[in-house]
C-alpha cells in the first residue's frame, strides 16, 4: 500500500462528501484500547476517510444518536468494558442502519459468527492492517441505494444485490436490518469474493466518482405501494419492471424496485426461517413455541404481505430482530433486538398494522395461540386501539425507552422472557403501535402456550378485547403473562396491562387481587371495564416483578405502560410484585394450576398473590383476554388468573421462551392487524392446547378449554 | 550522513528485533503512519503502549496475588493487553498474553502463574526494544528538524 498524500487524514469534509466517495467517508471508531483506537484512527485517515473516535461504547451511542447523518461507518471492539460490542452493534444496526465493522483480537469462528447473526458488515481482526481499512467503504456503498447509472458502482452493485438489502432505507431501516443480518450471513460465504471483488472495485474507486448515490427512502407508503404490487401481481411473477408499472411513482426506478424487492424476499424468507429458528429455539427451550415459529413463520408471509404496509417494515426488522434476538439471547439480544424493532417495528401507528401483526403474529404462533387467543380476546377488550395506542405508544416509547434503562433490559425483559415478556409488551404495543405491538403480540403469542390453561379462558381475554387492535395486544399480554415464569408474565402482564390502560376497564375485576395484579394489564385491558382500575399499577409492579427475571427493563417498560394505564393498579401490582418475584421463579406452577381455572382470572388471581409470578405470566394475558370480555367478572378473573397463572407458571419458562420467540417472528409479522391476531390467536390456541407441552401442557390446555 | 546512518542503525536494530521475533511486520505499519504533520507519531504510540502495559501488567499480578485470584478480570485485562501488543506488533508478548488468557479462562492458577511470568519477560524484552527505538526515533527526529533548519 502506498501511502499517499498523508494529508488524507486533514481531508476537510465537503459538504457533498459523497462526491469523492469513499475520500471523506466518516467513519465513528469504537475501542477502549486507547494504543489501538490511536492506531486505527491513524490507519483510517491515511485512507483518507474522516474520522471520530470514541473509547467508550455509550459514548459512541451518544454521538450516534445525536446525528444519525453525521456517521457512514461504525467500526467497533469487541471485548469493552462498559458494553458489549455485539449489543452496541446491534443497537447500532437497529436504530441507526449503519454498518458496523467489528474488531477483535480473537478470530475465534464463534464470534465471529455472532457478529455476522448479529448484524456486522465485517469482521477484522487485530493488529488492524491498512489494506482491510481500504475497502471498508464498499459496506457503505452497499448499503446505499445505488444508483445503477452509476458505473463505478456497477460492480459494487452487483456486490450490493448480493449482500442487498443492506441499504437501510429510512424506513425499511427495520427491513433492513433484517436484511442486513441476512446480508450479513451471506456476506459472510462470500466474505472472500466480496474480498477479491473489493479490491478490484478497490482499485476502480480510487479515482473520486460523483457517485453519489440518491438514496431512495422506503417510506411506508412507498412500500405499501410496493407489497400492494407485488400482491397483485403474486410473488413468483413479480418483476420489477411490472411493479414498478404498478406503482406508478415518479422518480423510481426499475433498479431500486428490483434491489427492494430482492431485500424483501430475503425478508419472507427469514420470515420462514425465523420462524423455523424460534421453532428451535423453542424446542431447546423445550416449549412448544418451535412449532408455532414454524407455524407463524409459514403465516408470517402471508401476513407479511399484509404487513406490507408500514407492518411490513416493522416485520423485516422484527423479523430481523427476532432471530437475532431470540437466538442472541433471550435475555439481552431479544431485549435489544427488540428495542430495536420495537423501535423500528413499532413504527407502525397504524393500528392497522396492528392487527394485520397481530394476525400474523397469531398466525405465526400456531402454538402461541393460545396467546393468540388471548390477543383475540383483547379484541374484546375495548381498549384496544385507543388504549393500544397510548400504551403502544406509550408501550413502544416505553419498550424503547427502556434502552436507556438498561438498553437491552428493557427490551430484554421482553426479548429475554423471549417469549413471555416481550410478547406482552409488545402485544399491548401492538394495540397502539403498530411497531410496539410486535413486541407486544409476541408476548402474547408466547403466552398463547402458556395460555393453555388460560386459553380456555379467554386466552387472555383476548377474546372478550374488544376488536380492536388492542385486543390483540391485550391477548398478547397475556400470553406473556403466562410463560413468562415471572418474566414473562410481567410482560403479559404488562402488555395488559397496558390494554389495560385502554380497556382495562376490567381492571375492576382484576381487582381482585389474583386478577388484578397479574392481569396488569389485562384487567385493565379489558375495556369494557371500564374501570381499569387496571391493575396496570401492577404492571408496574410486573415490572417489577421482572425485575426478578431480572429485566430490569422490563420494569421499565411495564412501568411505561403501565402509567398508562391507571395505576391504580399499580398498587396491586407492587403487592404482587413482591409475591410475585418469588413466584415468578416457581409460581408458574401456581399459576398454571391457576389458569387452569378459567380463566385468566384465576390465574390472576394467584397470581396477585403471586403476582409476581402471575403477573409476568401469562395471566397478563388470560386476564387480558379476561378482560376483554369486559364482562369478566372478577370472578372469571379470579379463575382465570388461576389458570393463567398455573399456566404461566408452566409455560412461562417454555413458552416464555417460545413464546418470545414466537412473538418475535410474529410481532415481525405483523402485527398490523391486532384483531386479526387475536382471532389468529384465538384459533391458535384452540390449537395451542398443543403447545403447552408439558409446561404448559397443564395451563395450555386448560386455557385452550378455556377459550 | 548521521541522519541516514541513524536511520540505517535503527532498520538494523528493528531488523534484529524482528529475528528474535519479538517485533513483526506490524510495527513496520506502524511506522509507515508517521507522517511529516505527526513526525512523532510512532515515540508516542510506544509511550502510549508502554505506560498500558505497565498499569495492566501491574493490575493483573494483583489480581493474581490476591487472597482469590480474580479469573474474570484478569481474563479481560489480558485479552486487552493482547490486543494493544498485537497492535504494536509486540507479537511475542501477544502470544504470552493469549495463553495467559486461556489459562485464566480455565481458572488455572498455576498456569496463570506461569503465564504471567512468561509475559513479564516477554514485555520486558520487547520495551527495551522499543525504547532504543524511541531514543534512535528521537534522535533521528532532532536531525531531522535540525536539517530543515
Same mark, same amino acid.
Given at each position: ?96 442502519? =449503519?454498518?458496523?465493522?467489528?474488531? /477483535? &483480537? ?18 477484522? =481482526? #487485530? ?9 471498508? *467503504? ?74 453519489? #448515490?440518491?438514496?431512495?427512502? *422506503? ?53 420462514? @426461517? ?16 418451535? /412449532? ?15 404487513? &406490507? ?36 417495528? %413499532? ?8 392487527? /394485520? ?11 402461541? =395461540? ?45 426479548? @429475554? ?18 411497531? @410496539? ?37 391485550? $391477548? ?13 408474565? *410481567?410482560?403479559? &402482564? ?11 376497564? %376490567? ?36 415490572? $417489577? ?24 393498579? #399499580?398498587?396491586? *401490582? ?52 379476561? =378482560?376483554? $370480555? ?42 398490523? @392487524? ?26 395450555? +390446555? ?6 | ?11 538494523? +536494530? ?79 508478548? &501477544? ?23 512468561? %509475559?513479564?519477560?516477554? +514485555? ?5 526494544? %522499543? ?15 535540525? $536539517?530543515?533548519?
Amino acid at each position: 500500500m502506498t501511502v499517499e498524500d498523508q494529508r488524507g487524514g486533514v481531508v476537510s469534509k465537503d459538504v457533498s462528501h459523497y462526491d469523492k466517495f469513499p475520500v471523506g467517508m466518516r467513519v465513528l471508531a469504537v475501542d477502549d484500547d486507547p494504543i489501538c483506537l490511536k492506531l486505527l484512527e491513524t490507519l483510517l485517515r491515511k485512507c483518507q476517510y474522516q474520522v471520530t473516535t470514541a473509547n467508550q461504547a455509550v459514548i459512541a451511542l451518544e454521538m450516534l444518536r445525536e446525528n444519525r447523518d453525521k456517521f457512514d461507518l461504525v467500526i467497533s471492539d469487541v471485548n469493552m468494558p462498559d458494553m458489549d460490542g455485539f449489543k452496541l452493534l446491534e443497537l447500532v444496526g437497529l436504530e441507526m442502519d =449503519l454498518p458496523v465493522i467489528m474488531l /477483535s &483480537a480473537h478470530s475465534d469462528t464463534k464470534l465471529v459468527m455472532k457478529g455476522i447473526t448479529h448484524g456486522a458488515v465485517d469482521y477484522l =481482526l #487485530k493488529p488492524v492492517r491498512i489494506e482491510e481499512l481500504k475497502n471498508i *467503504w464498499q459496506h457503505v456503498i452497499r448499503r446505499k441505494k445505488i444508483d445503477p447509472k452509476d458505473q463505478n458502482k456497477s460492480p459494487n452493485e452487483d456486490k450490493a444485490r448480493h449482500g442487498n438489502s443492506e441499504s437501510g432505507q429510512g424506513a425499511s431501516s427495520l427491513g433492513n436490518a433484517d436484511q442486513n443480518g441476512k446480508n450479513s450471513r451471506k456476506r459472510k460465504d462470500q466474505n472472500e469474493d466480496e474480498e477479491e471483488e473489493g479490491d478490484e472495485n478497490g482499485n476502480d474507486s480510487e479515482d473520486p466518482s460523483s457517485q453519489k #448515490k440518491p438514496r431512495v427512502v *422506503w417510506s411506508v407508503e412507498l412500500h405499501r405501494k410496493f407489497v400492494a404490487a407485488v400482491n397483485q401481481l403474486g410473488l413468483e411473477k413479480a418483476v420489477p419492471k411490472k411493479i414498478l408499472d404498478l406503482m406508478d411513482v415518479e422518480g423510481l426506478t426499475r433498479e431500486n424496485v428490483a434491489s427492494h424487492l430482492q431485500k424483501y424476499r430475503l425478508y419472507l424468507k427469514r420470515i420462514s @426461517s425465523v420462524a423455523s429458528q424460534q421453532a428451535n429455539m423453542v424446542a431447546a427451550l423445550g416449549v412448544k413455541d418451535s /412449532s408455532y415459529l414454524r407455524m407463524a413463520s409459514l403465516d408470517g408471509f402471508g401476513e407479511f404481505r399484509n404487513l &406490507a404496509g408500514s407492518g411490513r417494515l416493522s416485520s423485516s426488522t422484527l423479523s430481523s430482530y427476532a432471530p437475532s434476538g431470540m437466538f442472541g439471547r433471550l435475555n439481552s439480544p431479544a431485549g435489544l433486538n427488540l428495542r430495536g424493532i420495537t423501535s423500528s417495528g %413499532l413504527i407502525q401507528p397504524s393500528s392497522q398494522n396492528l392487527s /394485520s401483526s397481530i394476525n400474523t403474529f397469531g398466525k405465526l404462533q400456531p402454538t402461541l =395461540l393460545p396467546s393468540n387467543q388471548s390477543a383475540g380476546l383483547y379484541q374484546g377488550i375495548p381498549t384496544s386501539l385507543e388504549l393500544n395506542q397510548l400504551q403502544q405508544s406509550k408501550c413502544a416509547t416505553g419498550i424503547g425507552d427502556f434502552d436507556p434503562i438498561k438498553d437491552s433490559t428493557g427490551f430484554t425483559v421482553s426479548g @429475554s422472557f423471549p417469549d413471555n415478556r416481550v410478547t406482552v409488551g409488545s402485544s399491548s404495543s401492538l394495540l397502539s403501535r403498530a411497531s @410496539s405491538n410486535p413486541l407486544m403480540l409476541q408476548g402474547n403469542s408466547q403466552q398463547t402456550h402458556k395460555r393453555g390453561p388460560f386459553g380456555n379462558q379467554s386466552s387472555l381475554g383476548v377474546a372478550p378485547l374488544n376488536p380492536e387492535s388492542f385486543d390483540l395486544g391485550i $391477548g398478547g399480554s397475556s400470553n406473556f403473562v403466562n410463560h413468562n415464569r415471572s418474566d414473562e408474565s *410481567w410482560q403479559g &402482564a404488562v402488555q395488559l396491562s397496558r390494554f389495560s390502560s385502554n380497556a382495562l376497564p %376490567l381492571s375492576e375485576p382484576f381487582n381482585h387481587d389474583q386478577m388484578a395484579s397479574n392481569n396488569l394489564g389485562i384487567s385493565s385491558t379489558s375495556p369494557h371495564i371500564g374501570n381499569s382500575p387496571i391493575e396496570f399499577p401492577s404492571t408496574n409492579v410486573v415490572s $417489577g416483578r421482572l425485575e426478578d427475571s431480572g429485566d430490569v427493563c422490563q420494569e421499565g417498560l411495564i412501568g411505561n405502560v403501565v402509567h398508562n394505564m391507571t395505576y391504580t393498579s #399499580k398498587q396491586r *401490582w407492587e403487592e404482587y410484585k413482591q409475591d410475585y418475584n418469588p413466584n415468578m421463579n416457581h409460581s408458574f406452577s401456581d399459576i398454571n394450576s391457576m389458569v387452569s381455572n378459567s380463566g385468566i382470572v384465576s390465574p390472576l388471581g394467584r397470581s396477585l398473590d403471586q403476582n409476581s409470578a402471575i403477573c409476568g405470566r401469562s395471566f397478563d394475558v388470560s386476564l387480558i383476554g379476561q =378482560l376483554n $370480555g369486559g364482562s369478566l367478572s372478577n370472578a372469571h378473573h379470579s379463575e382465570f388468573e388461576n389458570s393463567a397463572v398455573d399456566a404461566k407458571i408452566k409455560s412461562n419458562e417454555d413458552c416464555l421462551l417460545g413464546q418470545t420467540k414466537s412473538q418475535d417472528g410474529f410481532i415481525q409479522n405483523g402485527y398490523e @392487524s391486532l384483531d386479526d391476531i387475536m382471532n389468529a390467536m384465538m384459533k391458535r390456541e384452540q390449537n395451542q392446547t398443543l403447545l403447552s407441552d408439558g409446561e404448559f401442557g397443564i395451563n395450555a +390446555y386448560s386455557l385452550g378449554s378455556c377459550i | 550522513m548521521v541522519g541516514t546512518d541513524l536511520r540505517q542503525q535503527l532498520n538494523n +536494530y528493528i531488523q534484529s528485533m524482528r529475528d528474535q521475533g519479538i517485533l513483526d511486520s506490524q510495527f513496520q505499519s506502524v511506522q509507515a503512519l508517521k507522517t511529516e504533520e505527526n513526525p512523532h507519531f510512532v515515540l508516542e504510540t510506544i509511550t502510549g503502549f508502554c505506560s498500558d502495559a505497565d498499569n495492566g501488567i501491574a493490575q493483573m499480578t494483583r489480581y493474581l496475588e490476591g487472597p482469590v485470584v480474580d479469573f474474570t478480570n484478569l481474563t479481560g485485562l489480558s485479552h486487552f493487553l493482547r490486543g494493544s501488543s498485537s497492535s504494536i506488533g509486540g507479537v511475542r508478548m &501477544a502470544l504470552a498474553c493469549r495463553d495467559l488468557r486461556r489459562a485464566s479462562e480455565a481458572n488455572n492458577k498455576q498456569g496463570c502463574i506461569e503465564g504471567m511470568a512468561r %509475559l513479564k519477560h516477554e +514485555y520486558n524484552s520487547l520495551k527495551e526494544g %522499543l525504547n532504543n527505538i524511541s531514543q534512535i526515533e528521537r534522535q533521528l527526529i532532532g536531525n531531522a528538524q535540525r $536539517g530543515r533548519q
